[in-house]
């Protein structure tokens, strides 16, 4: 039977493992022919036992222990005196040894990508001792490689954005054995545009120009395979993803070759009138454009910018637009890329141009004023109805609107000025006055008459003049004070002056004293020429006992035309000064008291006249209290007093009492009236003062009027001290004495029998009795 190069490769392999095997195996320990030799009074026997390394295979899968190989020791004559122990890496629980005949076995399947190799250390034992025969050695077990790991691609899958990007494969078993780790690269997937280089793994393209925006990403697959890509290998793919990076290979182009838009006249300046855009089929900085505006005839009127975001054309208001002006306006504009690659210049200009026009819309404008701002100037002296000056609007629309004229109140709240609607004529309408107020600005409105909703407004800044008419007067309060021995000529206080009007040249002041003042032999006045003047003395000898205080009036002149003038009074307190001149005491009392009057005496002093405030408040509280109405309790018997009567008009409910003054004695009225609206207190009938008058004629009016009233009236009140009267009780001999009636009924009783009861009962029974006084008769 012929082999075939493969499988003679393989036998060769197979043969060659197995000679390695067996010269391992037969690696017993063997006696050296060399004979012992003696050192200095001691013997030392020469080791008896060669180590060599041992070999095991990764990966074995069999049932029972593989078996490693053989420990010998010359000493053992193979009656089993000696024993034999092993020691070190994975003794005992991966490596086992048979210590009676030194065969050593794995017991776990090994690795050799986890571990390659373990050192372990074997010694032979007297079996009845337990002591060494031999000295302890150190030997070596090494982990045999076989194909059990596939080519890994460590870090995919890959992504490469340039053609010169490749990965490269590494496998996990020993390159130094056999062809396990020669790997070779092939690609599975990504033909015809990519190869690989089958030794290094280097990507590569395979076609020229490819275009990114045709497609931009590939997907490859890669293969790796060992044993040099032969049969029987293990193999490991991976993916790359290949991006073609952009170039500026495409430039700018208008989807259109023309625009337009229409734009209101009434668009804000700054506005965005339109949004343009040239495509470019490429991305990032290579698309990048700018705008402008190359020919046409809104130049001034429009510009354009980039939007960096989208890379769009933003066409802006500059001025505002007029219809009635310009109707359209034709604009040229170019876009060009910022970033140019030389290398594709041959592909055409990379800019574009378009048209844009732009149709500007006719709307209905409010009126505009001839001047954006209108200043005046009026004298604060002018009267009302002065003309200050016009202002002109007009309706800038085509129809031309007649305008109407007013003045925004809410900047003329104090309505100084009238505007004629028609003719935009300003003028005053109150008094002026520039100290108040020097400029006014106010607002003008202008509204068409058709179409009031269109306001325009205009803005007008009034400067009042000034006129002389304010006098000067005194810059300060002056609080000036002169000492006792003060001499004379001595300065004691300089003076200056405002006035609230505003000359053009500035102020100047004129200072003098009054005329009554000008003879006096106390003080003299010096104008200093400079709107100051200064206070002089003119003696000595002030003493404030005779004189604490002086009054010099001063007369002061303006220089206007014309001009006004001011007297003003300078107040000078006489003092008590030290020796610098400084005040201490300028009271002329401060300086009296202290002679006549210790601290003690003024005490004593307030002490008294507290003490009588006191009395005085007690006496007026006393006399108050007497005057008042005492209450009187239910209880207490008063005499001719009756204390309280039961509402005959409100029934019995009504318990409220009452005053009977004015029926007991109808020759007589009261001065204080009583309210119709609340109940009468209780006062003594003794008490009140009383004014006499002819007769009852007043009563006697006033009673029937009360009494018709209640007849008609069934709402009004119970409570009226001439009207209603109480109710006695049943238990009463002359029994009730509420049987008065009403003018609208007939009563036939007979009081004649009150006048036998006593003085008590008299004026009872002169009111209701039969004789010619009777008041009802």
Not at 431 to 439: K, Y
Request: proline share 5%; aromatic share 8%.
């Amino acid at each position: 039977m012929k082999l075939g190069k493969v499988e003679f490769c393989h036998f060769l392999q197979i043969l060659a493992l197995f000679l390695c095997l067996s010269g391992m195996n037969q690696a017993e320990i063997t006696r050296s022919r060399s004979k012992p030799y003696f050192q200095s009074g001691r013997t030392r026997t020469k080791r008896s036992w060669v180590w060599n390394q041992f070999f095991v295979l990764e990966e074995y899968m069999g049932t029972d222990p593989l078996y490693v190989g053989k420990l010998h020791s010359d000493v053992d004559k193979g009656d089993g005196s000696i024993k034999y122990i092993l020691s070190g890496e994975g003794a005992s629980s991966i490596f086992i040894i048979d210590e009676n005949t030194g065969d050593i076995h794995a017991t776990k399947r090994l690795d050799r990508e986890e571990q390659a190799y373990y050192t372990l250390r074997a010694q032979a034992l007297d079996r009845l001792t337990n002591k060494p025969v031999e000295p302890e050695s150190e030997f070596v077990i090494k982990i045999q490689d076989i194909n059990d790991n596939e080519p890994k691609f460590l870090d995919g899958p890959y992504t490469a954005g340039v053609p010169e990007m490749s990965p490269v494969a590494t496998d996990a078993d020993d390159p130094t054995y056999g062809n396990s780790a020669r790997v070779v690269y092939s690609i599975l997937q990504g033909q015809p545009y990519f190869s690989v280089e089958p030794k290094t793994g280097v990507i590569k393209t395979a076609l020229p120009n490819m275009d990114r925006e045709a497609k931009d990403q590939y997907l490859l697959v890669i293969q790796a395979k060992d044993m040099v890509g032969q049969n029987g290998g293990l193999s490991g793919t991976t993916s790359v993803t290949v991006t073609l990076t952009d170039v500026n290979d495409n430039p700018p182009r208008f989807p259109r070759r023309s625009y337009q838009y229409n734009v209101p006249e009434s668009l804000p300046v700054a506005s965005v009138v339109a949004r343009i855009k040239a495509a470019d089929a490429d991305v990032g900085p290579n698309a990048e454009m700018e705008y402008k505006i190359v020919d046409g005839d809104g130049l001034g009127v429009f510009k354009v910018s980039v939007d960096k975001d989208t890379q769009e054309g933003i066409i802006t208001i500059q001025k505002e637009l007029d219809f009635e002006a310009k109707t359209s306006y034709t604009l040229r504009i170019e876009a060009a890329n910022i970033h140019v690659d030389p290398r594709f210049l041959s592909l055409g200009p990379f800019s574009d141009m378009t048209t844009v026009k732009i149709i500007v819309e006719d709307v209905d404008e409010p009126p505009v004023f001839t001047s954006r701002l209108y200043s005046m100037v009026v004298s604060e002296a002018a009267k009302v109805g002065t003309i200050i000056g016009t202002v002109a609007a007009h309706d800038p629309d085509a129809s031309n609107s007649p305008v109407r004229y007013s003045i925004d109140r809410n900047t003329d709240l104090e309505r100084y000025f009238n505007i004629d609607a028609n003719s935009g004529v300003i003028t005053t309408a109150k008094s002026l006055d520039r100290e108040t107020n020097a400029v006014h600005n106010i607002t003008v409105l202008a509204m068409e008459s058709q179409n009031p909703a269109q306001i325009g407004r205009g803005y007008v800044a009034i400067t009042i003049l000034d006129i002389n008419d304010n006098a000067p007067e005194f810059a300060m309060e002056y609080e000036t004070t002169v000492c006792e021995n003060a001499q004379p000529g001595q300065v004691i206080q300089k003076i200056s002056a405002i006035d609230k009007d505003d000359p053009p040249n500035g102020h100047q002041f004129y200072f003098s004293l009054t005329a009554e003042a000008a003879n006096n032999h106390n003080f003299t006045l010096q104008d200093n020429k400079d709107n100051t003047a200064t206070v002089l003395t003119k003696r000595n000898g002030f003493r404030r006992q005779e004189q604490s205080v002086f009054y010099l009036p001063i007369f002061i002149v303006d220089s206007g035309s014309p001009s006004l003038s001011s007297t003003n009074t300078l107040t000078i307190r006489v003092c008590d000064c030290d020796a610098d001149g400084i005040a201490q005491t300028c009271n002329a009392e401060a300086y009296i008291l202290p002679a006549g009057l210790s601290t003690g005496a003024l005490i004593a002093i307030l002490a008294c006249v507290l003490t009588l405030l006191v009395l005085v408040l007690l006496i007026v509280t006393m006399r108050r209290r007497k005057k008042e109405p005492l209450i009187f309790d239910e209880e207490r018997d008063i005499r001719e007093n009756i204390v309280r009567y039961d509402d005959e008009g409100g029934g019995e409910e009504d318990t409220e009492a009452f005053d009977m003054a004015a029926l007991r004695n109808l020759n007589i009225m009261r001065d204080t009236k009583t309210r119709r609206d609340v109940t009468p207190e209780i006062q003594f009938l003794s008490r009140p003062t009383f004014k006499s008058i002819p007769d009852n004629v007043i009563f006697r009016e006033f009673i029937w009027e009360r009494l018709k009233e209640a007849d008609v009236d069934p709402c009004a009140p119970p409570y009226d001290s001439l009207q209603t009267y109480a109710f006695e009780g049943n238990g009463s001999v002359a029994e009730s004495l509420s049987s008065l009636d009403s003018i609208s009924s007939n009563s036939d009783q007979n009081y004649d029998y009150l006048s036998d009861w006593g003085p008590r009962f008299k004026r009872l029974a002169d009111m209701y009795g039969t004789g010619p006084e009777c008041l009802y008769s």
